[in-house]
């Protein structure tokens, strides 16, 4: 008899032991969607889990469907309003998406979009009918390149960007108002001044050992 309760105790709990290891490993392959930046993929398996025995009413669960959800929305304005060149805009709905995925593979489009903007008031400096305004645009060109440096853009075009803009306010009476050099290009420039020196070194060290 007991061994008799034993099978027919199994019969009902493998059955649903399975179930809910699978529906587990479901939310563990939503969220790697999601972590990804698939948010198509990752909100319609939440929904699917949300439905299941294993999660109904899971708040987690819920609440990740909405993460997907608003995801979606902020990478496709992200998206949209680049490609009209109002990367201000852009940019906005690009920081509401990494306030909801922080690993969004796309978040090294952040600094981009900084330094698009700033391209953006060099262009409209160079247009300007008014020193004055020149000098304007100028001074928010070169906060935008230190913002896109300081996110991250540590690139040799950004500091060249900066150089110039440095140098036009140099040439325009009214760029004295603009707060110039920049600490994050004298940086750069001591450690990669101290980065040829060492190599310079390993070159000699090489040549003579």
């Known amino acids: ?3 008799a309760l034993i ?3 199994s019969l009902f709990y493998l059955p649903s032991f399975a179930q ?3 529906f587990k490993l479901k939310k563990l ?3 790697d969607y999601f972590m990804a930046g698939r948010y198509w993929d990752a909100f319609f398996l939440y929904r699917n889990l949300a439905k299941s025995p294993e999660f109904e009413g899971d708040y987690t669960i819920e609440n990740q469907i909405k993460n997907s959800s608003r995801a979606m929305y902020h990478w496709r304005k992200t998206e949209n309003y680049r490609a009209f060149q109002q990367y201000e805009t852009a940019k906005a ?3 509401e998406l990494l306030q909801i995925n922080p690993s969004d593979p ?3 489009l952040l600094p981009i979009l900084t330094l698009e903007i700033a391209n ?3 262009r409209r400096a160079i247009a300007s009918k008014t020193q004055e305004g020149a000098a304007d645009y100028l001074g928010k060109a070169l906060t935008y390149y230190n913002l896109a440096l300081e996110e991250g853009l540590k690139d040799e075009m950004v500091f060249s960007f900066i150089r110039q803009v440095e140098k036009a306010l140099e040439g325009n009476p009214y760029g004295t108002k603009i707060k110039q050099p920049t600490s994050y290009d004298l940086n750069y420039q001591k450690n990669k001044e101290e980065r040829e020196r060492t190599i310079e070194i390993l070159k000699k060290q090489e040549e003579n050992p």
Request: glycine share 4%; no cysteine; proline share 0%.
């Open 7 to 9: 099978v027919i105790f």
């Open 93 to 95: 709905h690009m920081k």
């Open 1 to 3: 008899m007991k061994k």
């Open 29 to 31: 392959e939503a969220d």
């Open 20 to 22: 809910s290891e699978y």
């Open 106 to 108: 796309n978040r090294g």
């Open 120 to 122: 953006q008031m060099k």
